[in-house]
């Protein structure tokens, strides 16, 4: 036992420094490849690197073990340098099981590394990976750098007689093994993720004890094997100073709307039903009742969004979090909190559709349905966050926005942003923007449908205000009076003042930001989570001198004010989205310029490489 | 009968206010209890400027005069009372009604109300609702609003009928009946309202008629001093698409014979010269007559008990159905709940007192976090 867990001994092999890795882990979707992920990512942020994350999980929680759609993958790039992508292209693939490697050889790069658990290479995995010949005899490996680890029975070895585990238990360690392994070949410290062992499985010291062990043995038999003559290090990346802190897309956002509540000085109320990619930010923000959040599980999406109207409508910053096909279910509500002019934020984790779609995937194809999606003529404002660390300052800018205009806003992630993780510099809390709600008070002259001359919101005058009793509706109300009205000027008038109030906005709202000069011949223009491929993409040919600039929107609805003329300074306008062209059909209409769309549904996000020969089309 | 009334909404105000400062005093709000009594308001103070536009002769016309006339009695601000509904004729009720109101969408107002009540638990809230409205297009979050058992009251106008649509089945129309989309006759079978609020966990529910105002004013004033859900399904009568729907038991000359008025502790009695009643027969209840020929009198029948824990009985008297049966009317059950609103904000405070308030920069600076120097 003694020799397994001592502290490994370097033994004179070369150590080689790299710029940037990507790793993908692949697994049986019950192998714990998500966890062996994170624990990878965390250990190479805290060592100074920069990080970008893309889990990608099967929709079933467990499909049938060995098989194709059970497997599950989590790619990580990490770097000495700035990043702002998951990476196009593996270098390296760690397949614990055949459908591991056959799902996602295709994705490694020409000469990459293979990592392969042997041992689950049974007749039987094979059949079920659709393997008609051993991939490991067959020649199908050529032309890569395989390492063929007996996994299981490496780490069968090391634990049994050691722990009181069943052999079960045991194997479930496997993939610490397979930590191991790569924190030796990467050159990574293991304390941070022994701390977050003994953190984890406290109350089961057997657990803890095997898979620290399970860790150690693969460390350092990576460290003593003749497979491996090579390890590599990736040193620090320069980044400013400060404090930085790992997040996901959908932490930050939870995070963001609790400092939105905060900072208003109201408490939040959110109103969801469960659904993937959304379901983290309930269970996020129910873990954060200290803060007075109220969490409703409503009984579906109609009534979640309902809920979250009620508590608007009450004085509570009113929220409602689902993804793509609850959204089309809450669009009634939503116009109902058009028409009576209530705040509200609706947060859509786009994923893959129409209908149930790709659940686990993601896309960009919910753009349509924020800014038209209801009956009548029915604005909204539409934001989305850029980055998963972004997530944070646009949840801020949502609530912001909902209040001072009193109105529904779209706050539109997205399946890759949402369950990706970057660095996330984290702010000083009075670096943070004011929120400013303003509640009516004075019954003399109330009226409910009055009008702020800057914004063109209505007072708020919540329940429990005396004299400012009103009644509001789905009905057309009178302008001042509120009172429900038919009159035809009336509905005319009303129609556009609800626009005009949203349009308004954009006098409030930052200029969009060109990268690049301000004239040229491509402009690449983005929105939501493209921000990372397209802004990597658009620095690679900048660097080799193209005269080529890039844009990115947070705000959808209105655009910045500045849009048109930006379009205006480039021979083509090309944007990359994650759908069939719903922004560039947008600015098309708006603006009348001759935009491309270049689409990609694949449930995927772009990689560099792709809008780089995009671009180079057009130079 | 004004007199009468004022005598007996003088004592209900005092009961009401003991049962609100009682409830302060388990920690909802200790400056409420201590503000002085709100001045008495009038039944005038209750009505908005709003033409009341439902159809002259609409049952509906009684229903906002008794709520009018009980929400002075009930000692509440006007501010601090809410009135919420959803599509159909009812639910235009909070425009009549001077506090604040809100008329949603179809079959969303208990959802709506969920998140007022929760956001502000001070509330007195109010759902106005539909027989369409609830059970129909409504069903599912009227059987989850009740079973969460927020204190709201939900009032359901049943007239069996679509009334603003003009004229189509609804989902309590009786069987075979001929309407605008069912020429041939209605072939789905009817929802009864009480067997789904019972069936949903109700902690309170009663029925009442349009037609006997005393009967619906006090129901609505009990429903609204139970704590956790009320449910009332008023009879209302739609004299343009299903006039007379519920004559045969609510008319003035039958409903002594044809309909049963359910008083808590009282043997179950009824009949013109109160000769007949309830008991049960093994697990069935039967209709008996009372007198030296069948040698009954009222010890042998069921004693109505409002309070009993197992809602079994409750439903079964909610199945009761005229002509088997007499049509029962009044509070079928009333029991003691935790409310989904305290036990919201018992969470919050358990939270606090062992996290301490939330802070914002202890939240920022968690997780996975390095320094770069």
Same mark, same amino acid.
């Given at each position: 036992?003694?020799?397994?867990?001592?502290?490994?001994?370097?033994?004179?092999?070369?150590?080689?420094?790299?710029?940037?890795?990507?790793?993908?882990?692949?697994?049986?979707?019950?192998?714990?490849?998500?966890?062996?992920?994170?624990?990878?990512?965390?250990?190479?942020?805290?060592?100074?690197?920069?990080?970008?994350?893309?889990?990608?999980?099967?929709?079933?929680?467990?499909?049938?073990?060995?098989?194709?759609?059970?497997?599950?993958?989590?790619?990580?790039?990490?770097?000495?340098?700035?990043?702002? $992508?998951?990476?196009?292209?593996?270098?390296?693939?760690?397949?614990?099981?055949?459908?591991?490697?056959?799902?996602?050889?295709?994705?490694?790069?020409?000469?990459?590394?293979?990592?392969?658990?042997?041992?689950?290479? $049974?007749?039987?995995?094979?059949?079920?990976?659709?393997?008609?010949?051993?991939?490991?005899?067959?020649?199908?490996?050529?032309?890569?750098?395989?390492?063929?680890?007996?996994?299981? $029975?490496?780490?069968?070895?090391?634990?049994?007689?050691?722990?009181?585990?069943?052999?079960?238990?045991?194997?479930?360690?496997?993939?610490?093994?397979?930590?191991?392994?790569?924190?030796?070949?990467?050159?990574?410290?293991?304390?941070?993720?022994?701390? @977050?062992?003994?953190?984890?499985?406290?109350?089961?010291?057997?657990?803890?004890?095997?898979?620290?062990?399970?860790?150690?043995?693969?460390?350092?038999?990576?460290?003593?094997?003749?497979?491996?003559?090579?390890?590599?290090?990736?040193?620090?990346?320069?980044?400013?100073?400060?404090?930085?802190?790992?997040?996901?897309?959908?932490?930050?956002?939870?995070?963001?709307?609790?400092?939105?509540?905060?900072?208003?000085?109201?408490?939040?109320?959110?109103?969801?039903?469960?659904?993937?990619?959304?379901?983290?930010?309930?269970?996020?923000?129910?873990?954060?009742?200290?803060?007075?959040?109220?969490?409703?599980?409503?009984?579906?999406?109609?009534?979640?969004?309902?809920?979250?109207?009620?508590?608007?409508? /009450?004085?509570?910053?009113?929220?409602?979090?689902?993804?793509?096909?609850?959204?089309?279910?809450?669009?009634?509500?939503?116009?109902?909190?058009?028409?009576?002019?209530?705040?509200?934020?609706?947060?859509?984790?786009?994923?893959?559709?129409?209908?149930?779609?790709?659940?686990?995937?993601?896309?960009?194809?919910?753009?349509?349905?924020?800014? @038209?999606?209801?009956?009548?003529?029915?604005?909204?404002?539409?934001?989305?966050?850029?980055?998963?660390?972004?997530?944070?300052?646009?949840?801020?800018?949502?609530?912001?926005?909902?209040?001072?205009?009193? $109105?529904?806003?779209?706050?539109?992630?997205?399946?890759?942003?949402?369950?990706?993780?970057?660095?996330?510099?984290?702010?000083?809390?009075?670096?943070?923007?004011?929120?400013?709600?303003?509640?009516?008070?004075?019954?003399?002259?109330?009226?409910?449908?009055?009008?702020?001359?800057?914004?063109?919101?209505?007072?708020?005058?919540?329940?429990?205000?005396?004299?400012?009793?009103?009644?509001?509706?789905?009905?057309?109300?009178?302008?001042?009076?509120?009172?429900?009205?038919?009159?035809?000027?009336?509905?005319?008038?009303?129609?556009?003042?609800?626009?005009?109030?949203?349009?308004?906005?954009?006098?409030?709202?930052?200029?969009?930001?060109?990268?690049?000069?301000?004239?040229?011949?491509?402009?690449?223009?983005?929105?939501?989570? /493209?921000?990372?491929?397209?802004?990597?993409?658009?620095?690679?040919?900048?660097?080799?001198?193209?005269?080529?600039?890039?844009?990115?929107?947070?705000?959808?609805?209105?655009?910045?004010?500045?849009?048109?003329?930006?379009?205006?300074?480039?021979?083509?306008?090309?944007?990359?989205?994650?759908?069939?062209?719903?922004?560039?059909?947008?600015?098309?209409?708006?603006?009348?310029?001759?935009?491309?769309?270049?689409?990609?549904?694949?449930?995927?996000?772009?990689?560099?490489?792709?809008?780089?020969?995009?671009?180079?089309?057009?130079? | 009968?004004?007199?009468?009334?004022?005598?007996?909404?003088?004592?209900?105000?005092?009961?009401?206010?003991?049962?609100?400062?009682?409830?302060?005093?388990?920690?909802?709000?200790?400056?409420?209890? %201590?503000?002085?009594?709100?001045?008495?308001?009038?039944?005038?103070?209750?009505?908005?400027?709003?033409?009341?536009?439902?159809?002259?002769?609409?049952?509906?016309?009684?229903?906002?005069?008794?709520?009018?006339? %009980?929400?002075?009695?009930?000692?509440?601000?006007?501010?601090?009372?809410?009135?919420?509904?959803?599509?159909?004729?009812?639910?235009?009720?909070?425009?009549?009604?001077?506090?604040?109101?809100?008329?949603?969408?179809?079959?969303?107002?208990?959802?709506?109300?969920?998140?007022?009540?929760?956001?502000?638990?001070?509330?007195?809230?109010?759902?106005?609702?539909?027989?369409?409205?609830?059970?129909?297009?409504?069903?599912?979050?009227?059987?989850?609003?009740?079973?969460?058992?927020?204190?709201?009251?939900?009032?359901?106008?049943? !007239?069996?009928?679509?009334?603003?649509?003009?004229? =189509?089945?609804?989902?309590?129309?009786?069987?075979?009946?001929?309407?605008?989309?069912?020429?041939?006759?209605?072939?789905?079978?009817?929802?009864?309202?009480?067997?789904?609020?019972?069936?949903?966990?109700?902690?309170?529910?009663?029925?009442?008629?349009?037609?006997? %105002?005393?009967?619906?004013?006090?129901?609505?004033?009990?429903?609204?001093?139970?704590?956790?859900?009320?449910?009332?399904?008023?009879?209302? !009568?739609?004299?343009?698409?299903?006039?007379?729907?519920?004559?045969?038991?609510?008319?003035?000359?039958?409903?002594?014979?044809?309909?049963?008025?359910?008083?808590?502790?009282?043997?179950?009695?009824?009949?013109?010269?109160?000769?007949?009643?309830?008991?049960?027969?093994?697990?069935?209840?039967?209709?008996? =007559?009372?007198?030296?020929?069948?040698?009954?009198?009222?010890?042998?029948?069921?004693?109505?008990?409002?309070?009993?824990?197992?809602?079994?009985?409750?439903?079964?008297?909610?199945?009761?159905?005229?002509?088997?049966?007499?049509?029962?009317?009044?509070?079928?059950?009333?029991?003691?709940?935790?409310?989904?609103?305290?036990?919201?904000?018992? =969470?919050?405070?358990?939270?606090?007192?062992?996290?301490?308030?939330?802070?914002?920069?202890?939240?920022?600076?968690?997780?996975?976090?390095?320094?770069?120097?």
């Amino acid at each position: 036992m003694s020799t397994v867990i001592e502290n490994p001994v370097e033994q004179g092999k070369h150590l080689e420094e790299l710029e940037t890795v990507t790793i993908r882990f692949a697994g049986d979707s019950g192998d714990g490849m998500q966890l062996t992920g994170t624990q990878f990512t965390n250990t190479s942020a805290v060592v100074g690197n920069d990080i970008s994350t893309l889990p990608d999980f099967p929709a079933e929680i467990r499909a049938p073990a060995g098989s194709l759609p059970g497997v599950s993958g989590f790619q990580l790039n990490f770097s000495s340098q700035d990043i702002k $992508t998951p990476g196009d292209q593996p270098n390296v693939l760690v397949a614990m099981n055949p459908a591991a490697l056959k799902v996602n050889l295709a994705d490694l790069e020409d000469g990459g590394t293979i990592i392969i658990n042997t041992d689950s290479f $049974t007749k039987e995995n094979l059949k079920y990976a659709a393997y008609e010949t051993n991939p490991l005899e067959d020649g199908t490996l050529a032309g890569f750098r395989v390492h063929k680890l007996p996994i299981t $029975t490496l780490n069968m070895n090391a634990l049994k007689g050691n722990v009181e585990l069943s052999r079960k238990e045991i194997d479930r360690c496997k993939n610490f093994f397979a930590l191991g392994v790569l924190y030796w070949l990467y050159d990574r410290p293991m304390e941070q993720t022994i701390n @977050w062992i003994h953190e984890k499985f406290a109350k089961n010291r057997e657990v803890m004890n095997g898979n620290e062990i399970a860790l150690k043995t693969g460390y350092n038999f990576a460290d003593t094997t003749e497979v491996f003559t090579t390890h590599y290090t990736v040193k620090k990346a320069q980044i400013a100073p400060g404090k930085y802190r790992k997040i996901t897309g959908n932490e930050a956002t939870a995070i963001g709307f609790i400092a939105a509540s905060q900072l208003a000085g109201r408490p939040l109320f959110y109103g969801s039903y469960p659904i993937t990619p959304a379901s983290d930010i309930l269970h996020e923000l129910a873990r954060h009742k200290n803060f007075g959040v109220k969490t409703f599980q409503a009984e579906d999406e109609i009534a979640a969004v309902s809920a979250a109207i009620g508590a608007s409508f /009450t004085g509570h910053i009113g929220l409602t979090g689902t993804s793509g096909p609850g959204v089309a279910l809450k669009q009634e509500a939503i116009g109902l909190a058009v028409m009576t002019e209530l705040p509200l934020v609706i947060i859509n984790v786009q994923r893959g559709g129409p209908s149930t779609g790709l659940p686990t995937k993601t896309e960009q194809a919910d753009l349509f349905q924020a800014v @038209w999606g209801r009956n009548g003529e029915c604005p909204a404002i539409v934001i989305a966050p850029a980055t998963p660390a972004d997530c944070f300052n646009m949840a801020v800018e949502a609530v912001r926005l909902a209040f001072k205009y009193m $109105t529904p806003v779209f706050y539109l992630s997205d399946g890759y942003l949402a369950n990706g993780a970057e660095p996330w510099a984290v702010p000083e809390i009075d670096e943070l923007p004011k929120i400013e709600i303003k509640f009516a008070t004075n019954p003399e002259n109330f009226m409910p449908y009055a009008r702020d001359e800057e914004t063109l919101a209505r007072p708020y005058a919540i329940p429990g205000t005396p004299g400012l009793e009103h009644r509001i509706g789905g009905i057309e109300k009178q302008h001042l009076t509120g009172n429900v009205n038919y009159d035809p000027e009336n509905h005319h008038f009303m129609v556009k003042l609800r626009q005009e109030k949203v349009d308004r906005a954009a006098n409030d709202i930052p200029t969009v930001e060109v990268f690049g000069e301000k004239t040229g011949k491509v402009l690449v223009l983005g929105w939501g989570s /493209t921000y990372g491929s397209i802004a990597s993409a658009v620095e690679k040919l900048q660097r080799e001198g193209k005269s080529v600039s890039s844009a990115h929107l947070r705000h959808l609805n209105p655009f910045p004010k500045n849009l048109g003329e930006v379009l205006r300074g480039f021979e083509t306008v090309i944007v990359p989205e994650m759908n069939l062209g719903q922004l560039c059909t947008m600015i098309r209409a708006r603006y009348l310029v001759d935009a491309v769309a270049f689409s990609k549904v694949k449930g995927r996000p772009f990689q560099i490489r792709e809008i780089v020969r995009k671009v180079e089309e057009y130079l | 009968m004004s007199t009468n009334g004022k005598g007996t909404n003088g004592n209900g105000h005092k009961e009401i206010l003991e049962t609100s400062v009682s409830a302060e005093s388990d920690g909802d709000s200790v400056a409420r209890s %201590v503000a002085p009594p709100p001045a008495k308001l009038t039944k005038a103070d209750f009505v908005s400027g709003q033409e009341v536009r439902w159809c002259p002769g609409c049952g509906d016309y009684s229903i906002l005069n008794n709520v009018q006339k %009980v929400m002075p009695e009930l000692g509440i601000p006007r501010e601090k009372i809410v009135f919420v509904s959803g599509i159909g004729c009812s639910s235009r009720f909070p425009y009549y009604m001077n506090t604040y109101g809100f008329h949603s969408i179809h079959g969303r107002a208990p959802a709506i109300a969920t998140g007022v009540k929760a956001a502000n638990p001070e509330l007195s809230v109010w759902v106005i609702t539909g027989d369409g409205d609830a059970l129909s297009i409504g069903g599912n979050h009227f059987m989850h609003a009740i079973r969460r058992n927020l204190d709201i009251n939900v009032i359901l106008f049943n !007239n069996r009928i679509y009334g603003l649509t003009k004229g =189509q089945y609804s989902p309590t129309s009786e069987m075979g009946k001929k309407t605008k989309s069912t020429p041939m006759g209605v072939i789905d079978y009817p929802l009864n309202p009480l067997s789904v609020a019972i069936a949903s966990e109700a902690t309170f529910v009663a029925s009442s008629l349009d037609v006997d %105002v005393k009967h619906l004013g006090a129901t609505v004033q009990a429903a609204a001093k139970h704590k956790g859900v009320s449910f009332v399904e008023v009879y209302q !009568n739609c004299n343009i698409f299903n006039d007379g729907a519920f004559e045969y038991f609510a008319e003035r000359n039958v409903r002594s014979d044809n309909m049963i008025y359910l008083e808590h502790g009282k043997p179950m009695i009824f009949g013109k010269n109160h000769d007949k009643g309830i008991r049960m027969n093994g697990a069935h209840p039967e209709v008996v =007559q009372l007198g030296s020929e069948t040698g009954l009198n009222e010890n042998d029948l069921l004693v109505h008990d409002i309070h009993l824990k197992d809602p079994s009985v409750a439903f079964m008297l909610a199945r009761m159905e005229y002509p088997a049966f007499p049509q029962p009317v009044g509070i079928f059950r009333a029991v003691e709940r935790d409310t989904y609103e305290d036990m919201m904000t018992d =969470q919050i405070e358990t939270a606090i007192n062992k996290l301490g308030p939330g802070s914002l920069e202890k939240l920022i600076n968690s997780g996975d976090m390095w320094t770069v120097e």
